[in-house]
């Protein structure tokens, strides 16, 4: 077994110039996430943790430093991301949604069927494949989005705040979802929420991120056994200080950008 | 004593309330034009107004079945007809393309914007005497009326179309891998449809606004000249004849228009 790091990512800095005002959104961002890991990114808004993520993504270049993404099967691409709600495409039906990433690298037509349907059905939706996204919930939109990022089987798993407009017992629901597609799959998944619950109870770490400049300010690891169930994740003393721990993190963070 | 109801037979009339408001509504769309002809009909029968000018509907039915069963209405719809079809594809093709490239490349926006933002506000009509300079007075330079007129509507809105696209389905394209061609074809045309659908219909509307009067400038034949001659001869009740088909093809080709509309754009 190599025990290179899956994502590996040094002095990464981002800056947005503009005449009067450049924002250093990011400031040399160093970190390792191993194969495998499941990696939450927690912070305030605005500290530049979406631009991170972007730039992992191939949408955005960083203005120095270097990533690299630990190549694994040939056929595989290296990423894919999970996008906020409105990142399905309404002019195509549930199963086209699905399929997108595997038609976009043109496979064979029965592989592009198998994955699609096995995945439909992993995410419950194997009913609604002919609809259109406008019938559709906002969580059953956001699990056709997760649905077909794992179809498109990469490397690693980019989530930009995917459940971040749903309402709370929805969050639930699709979070334990998340985690048992997650657990078969064992893919590398970088995980961007606002939300510390959510932080905790996914993932294997959590990074906290202080705003303007961006830089990882703390690190956290969450050694709680998996499969993990909600009411015990709850019910245990660990995580709740744990929670108050980034808490008190967060809120100088917070507090300090409003000054 | 309280009034105890059955709920189900509460919200049972309620719902026949709606029902009958909404007979209502489509009785009243029904007798709007119904009732228009019937004033019509007793104003100009009873003399309250001029019948040369106004002829009573029922004249002017008869009138139309005397023009159709002589044939020579079917000459005039026909070679209208020919000249809308042609000179609206002639317009909406180029209009498409040219749109689309425009609306995905920048540079070509930015090059291509100010002469259509110049052309656009000139109507076709006024042009009409340079076009028969160039194309003569035969058919083409009917078809090239309507094409220019139906062009600007179909061209402003694809590019509406193709930069309204949120970009969050251009990050997914992007980020899934997407070819040019796909990018094309799965992102670029069905996400400035919907748009561009609205393009076509008003082009619609414009051709037939603009073949009257081009026919009724340089031609010998067609609806525009029906109403035109008609009316130069006092002939006015071929002239409402005229005006009435031109209203019925509006109406005919906003519903085929809306069909296709529903058959190219099912996510709406």
């Known amino acids: 077994m190599s025990s290179k790091p899956k994502i590996s990512i040094q002095d990464l800095t981002k800056v947005f110039y503009k005449k009067d005002n450049s924002v250093t959104a990011l400031e040399n961002i160093s970190l390792n996430i191993e194969d495998g890991e499941f990696v939450c990114l927690v912070g305030p808004s605005g500290c530049g943790k979406t631009t991170l993520l972007r730039i992992l993504a191939g949408l955005e270049n960083q203005s120095s430093g270097e990533f690299t993404i630990e190549p694994g099967d040939e056929d595989r691409p290296s990423q894919s991301m999970v996008f906020q709600e409105r990142g399905i495409l309404p002019w195509m039906t549930v199963e086209e949604n699905v399929a997108f990433g595997l038609e976009m690298r043109h496979l064979p037509k029965a592989i592009v069927k198998e994955r699609t349907a096995y995945f439909l059905n992993k995410v419950g939706l194997g009913k609604f494949a002919k609809m259109y996204p406008n019938e559709l919930s906002g969580g059953m939109k956001q699990r056709v989005s997760i649905a077909r990022a794992f179809a498109n089987d990469p490397e690693i798993l980019l989530m930009d705040e995917p459940f971040g407009a749903l309402d709370e017992q929805n969050k639930y629901i699709l979070q334990e979802e998340l985690l048992s597609i997650w657990s078969e799959t064992k893919k590398t998944v970088l995980f961007i929420t606002h939300s510390i619950d959510e932080a905790l109870y996914l993932s294997d770490r959590v990074l906290l991120m202080s705003a303007q400049p961006g830089k990882i300010v703390a690190e956290m690891k969450i050694d709680l056994p998996r499969p993990r169930k909600l009411e015990d994740f709850r019910s245990n003393p660990e995580m709740a200080s744990k929670f108050l721990a980034i808490w008190r993190h967060l809120q100088v963070e917070v507090q300090g950008s409003r000054l | ?268």
């Open chain 2, 1 to 268: 004593m309280r009034d105890i109801k059955d709920p189900i037979e509460t919200e049972q009339q309620e719902w026949k309330k709606q029902q009958n408001q909404n007979r209502l509504k489509t009785w009243l769309t029904i007798f709007s034009p119904v009732c228009l002809l019937l004033v019509w009909e007793f104003l100009s029968q009873s003399g309250l107004i001029d019948a040369r000018f106004f002829p009573p509907p029922t004249a002017i039915v008869s009138t139309f079945i005397e023009l159709l069963t002589s044939g020579e209405l079917f000459h005039h719809i026909n070679i209208s007809l020919f000249r809308i079809g042609f000179g609206f594809l002639l317009g909406v093709i180029p209009g498409i393309l040219i749109g689309l490239c425009m609306g995905l490349y920048a540079p070509i926006r930015h090059f291509i914007s100010p002469i259509i933002m110049a052309l656009m506000p000139i109507p076709t009509i006024a042009l009409l005497p340079i076009i028969l300079i160039i194309f003569g007075i035969g058919e083409v330079s009917k078809v090239v009326t309507i094409a220019g007129s139906v062009f600007f509507p179909v061209v402003i809105n694809t590019v509406a179309g193709v930069i309204s696209i949120d970009s969050i389905y251009l990050d997914v394209a992007k980020n899934y891998g997407a070819s040019r061609k796909d990018f094309f074809l799965k992102i670029a045309l069905p996400g400035s449809l919907p748009v561009m659908l609205e393009g076509i219909q008003m082009g619609q509307a414009i051709a037939l606004l603009t073949i009257v009067a081009a026919e009724m400038m340089g031609a010998t034949s067609g609806i525009g000249y029906l109403i035109w001659t008609s009316y130069s001869a006092f002939l006015l009740k071929e002239m409402f004849v005229g005006l009435i088909l031109i209203s019925f093809f509006g109406y005919i080709f906003s519903l085929l228009l809306r069909g296709l509309q529903r058959k190219l754009v099912p996510w709406r």
